[in-house]
C-alpha cells in the first residue's frame, strides 16, 4: 500500500529530525496546557457514545442591545454550522427586544458557527454547552466599523463565554502575521508527484511559525483551552498533508503520524481532516480503480472496507460519516442508505439515520411545493420588474418570501417548461467563472422549453452590486434579487452547502436531484435538450 522499507526509514528519520528542530517549542508547550483536561475524550473514541447519549444539545442565544424599533427589520442575523456533513447556511429572526437563538441539530462538543451580522459583528463561534452573546449596538457603531471576532461592545457569556474570548482573541493575537503565513501557506503549489521531505517542508516552516505565534500567546494567556489550540493547529496541517497525496501514495512513516492524530472540536478544520484524509483513502491508487464512471455505490463500499481494515470501529464510523460528502441530496440518500448498515457505533447511527431522515424529506418538501395548486400565477405575480433589458434580462427583487412559496410561484410561472436553477453571489469567483457558458448555453437553446433562472443572494452584497454585475455580464433570464432569510430556505431545499448552487425542475414540476452538478456540465444545447427531454 505504501512505499518500500527503505523509503519509510529514511522519512521516519526525516521526521525524527524535524521533531528535534521544534522539540524546545514542544516541550515548552507541553507546560502551557496542550493537554486536554482529564474526562474530555474525541468523538471517533467508542466511550464517546455514552456521553453523547448523556449530552444535551448546546444552546446559542444573544441580544443586540440599545437597538430601536426602527432597526428591528433591518437586522438579519444569519449564521453557518460546522456539521459532520459540511457547512449548513441558516437564518434566525431578531424578536423584538433584539434577543434571538441559534439552532443546533446534535449534542456534540466545541460546535463551530460562523456567526454574522450584516454590518454590526462576525465571529467564529464555539457551542459547547451554553453560549450568549450580547452585541452593545452603541459602542459598537462609535467604533465605526465592523467588529470581527472580539472587540469593544462584545460579551461572551455563559458556560463558553471564557472559550470564545479565549479563541476568538487568538485570532486577533498578532493577526497580520498570522495572515501573512496563511497567505503563504495558499501559494504552496499543487505536488505532481507528493514526496514526504518536500510536502513537510513546504508546510512545516508555515505550521512552526504559526506554533510559535500560538505558543506566545499561551504563555502571555494562560487558560484551560490552551490545548483547543494545537488540535486545530494539528488538524489544519494533517489535512493539507492528506490533500496533497490524494491520488497518490502516502509514505509510511507520515501515514501513522496522521492516523494516531484525533480532533476534539467539530470546526472546519476538523471536519476537513476527517474528509481529506478519507478522499485519500478513496482515492489511492492502489485501493481502487481510479476512473470518472465509477458509480458512487461501489465508491461509498469500498470506503467502507477500507476504513474498517484501517482503522478501530468507533474511528471508522466517524470517518464513515465523511463518504456521504455529495451535495445531491439523492445521492446523500444513496450514500447513507450503504453507510448505515455498517456502522458499529451508536452515536454515528443515530445521526446516520437522521441525516437520512433529512435527505427524504428535503426531496418530498420540494416536490411538493413545486406541486402547489394554482394555474394563474405569472412571472408578473413576483411584482413588477425592477429592470428589463434589451438583451433579455427580467430582474426582481424579492423579499419576506417563503421558500415553499417560491418554488410553488416559480413552478406556476413557468408551467410546461424545465428550469434550470442558479444560486450566486455577486462577490462569488466560481460563480462568475459558470456565467459565460450559462449564457452562451441559453442562447443556443432558444426553441427548447427551458427558461434560466439566476437567483442572487443579497448576502455581503447590495441590489447595485446586482444590477451591475448583470448588466456587465449582459446575461439574459429571469433575476431575482432575494434576502438572506430566503437564501437560506432554498440552500436547505436544495442542499447548497455554498455558491454556486445550482438545481433541475423538469417540464413536469418535478425537482430532479443531481441532473445539474454545474451548469458548464453541459456541454451545448443537444446534452440540454436530452436532459429535459
Not at 420540494?366 to 412571472?379: E, Q, W
Request: glycine share 6%.
Amino acid at each position: 500500500m505504501h512505499k518500500t522499507m527503505a523509503d519509510t526509514k529514511e522519512i521516519f528519520l526525516y521526521l525524527n529530525m524535524k521533531t528535534c528542530i521544534t522539540l524546545c517549542v514542544w516541550v515548552a508547550a507541553f507546560f502551557t496546557g496542550y493537554t486536554q483536561p482529564a474526562g474530555i475524550v474525541a468523538m471517533e473514541d467508542m466511550n464517546f457514545n455514552e456521553q453523547f447519549a448523556n449530552r444535551a444539545i448546546p444552546v446559542v442565544t444573544g441580544k443586540l442591545l440599545h437597538i430601536t424599533l426602527g432597526e428591528l427589520p433591518t437586522k438579519t442575523i444569519s449564521y453557518t454550522l460546522v456539521t459532520l456533513f459540511g457547512q449548513v447556511r441558516k437564518t434566525t429572526d431578531l424578536a423584538a427586544d433584539g434577543s434571538f437563538r441559534l439552532e443546533l441539530e446534535y449534542p456534540l462538543p466545541f460546535q463551530q458557527i460562523w456567526l454574522y451580522i450584516d454590518s454590526i459583528f462576525y465571529a467564529g463561534i464555539y457551542a459547547n454547552k451554553d453560549l450568549h452573546i450580547e452585541l452593545d449596538l452603541r459602542k459598537i457603531k462609535a467604533s465605526g466599523k465592523e467588529i470581527n471576532f472580539n472587540g469593544d461592545g462584545v460579551r461572551y457569556l455563559g458556560t463558553d463565554g471564557a472559550l470564545n474570548m479565549y479563541l476568538n482573541d487568538y485570532l486577533l493575537f498578532r493577526r497580520s502575521e498570522q495572515q501573512a503565513l496563511r497567505t503563504r501557506m495558499r501559494q504552496i503549489p499543487r505536488f505532481q508527484n507528493p514526496v514526504a521531505k518536500e510536502v513537510i517542508f513546504a508546510y512545516g516552516s508555515i505550521f512552526d511559525s504559526l506554533k510559535m505565534i500560538q505558543d506566545d500567546y499561551i504563555a502571555t494567556h494562560p487558560s484551560p483551552y490552551a490545548w483547543l489550540l494545537e488540535n486545530e493547529r494539528l488538524s489544519e496541517y494533517y489535512s493539507l498533508i492528506s490533500y496533497c497525496y490524494w491520488g497518490h501514495t502516502m509514505e509510511n512513516a507520515l501515514f501513522d503520524k496522521i492516523k494516531e492524530h484525533k480532533t476534539y472540536l467539530l470546526s472546519n478544520n476538523s471536519t476537513d481532516f476527517y474528509r481529506y484524509l478519507s478522499t485519500y483513502l478513496s482515492t489511492h491508487p492502489g485501493l481502487q480503480p481510479r476512473t470518472q464512471k465509477m458509480q458512487q455505490d461501489q465508491m461509498i463500499d469500498k470506503g467502507i472496507l477500507i476504513l474498517d481494515s484501517i482503522f478501530s470501529p468507533s474511528r471508522a464510523d466517524l470517518m464513515k460519516l465523511q463518504l456521504n460528502n455529495s451535495k445531491d441530496i439523492t445521492e446523500q440518500k444513496s450514500a447513507l442508505e450503504r453507510i448505515l448498515p455498517g456502522m458499529h457505533t451508536n452515536w454515528c447511527r443515530t445521526v446516520a439515520k437522521s441525516e437520512y431522515a433529512h435527505s427524504v424529506a428535503k426531496i418530498a418538501t420540494v416536490n411538493k411545493a413545486l406541486a402547489s395548486s394554482g394555474n394563474s400565477i405569472t412571472a408578473a405575480d413576483f411584482g413588477k420588474p425592477l429592470l428589463q433589458t434589451d438583451f433579455g434580462a427580467s430582474l426582481y427583487k424579492l423579499s419576506n418570501v417563503k421558500g415553499a412559496d417560491f418554488l410553488a410561484r416559480l413552478r406556476q410561472s413557468f408551467s410546461g417548461k424545465a428550469i434550470v436553477f442558479d444560486l450566486w453571489a455577486t462577490w462569488c469567483a466560481p460563480c462568475l467563472a459558470e456565467m459565460p457558458h450559462s449564457k452562451q448555453l441559453q442562447q443556443h437553446s432558444k426553441d427548447l422549453p427551458v427558461v434560466f433562472v439566476y437567483v442572487c443572494t443579497s448576502n455581503n452584497s447590495d441590489e447595485n452590486k446586482w444590477k451591475s454585475k448583470i448588466g456587465e455580464l449582459k446575461l439574459p433570464g429571469i433575476h431575482f434579487y432575494i434576502d438572506e432569510t430566503l437564501d437560506a430556505e432554498l440552500s436547505q431545499f436544495f442542499s447548497f452547502s455554498g455558491y454556486p448552487g445550482h438545481a433541475f425542475i423538469d417540464r413536469n414540476g418535478v425537482y430532479k436531484p443531481g441532473a445539474i452538478k454545474r451548469v458548464s456540465d453541459i456541454k451545448d444545447s443537444a446534452a440540454l435538450a436530452a436532459l429535459i427531454n
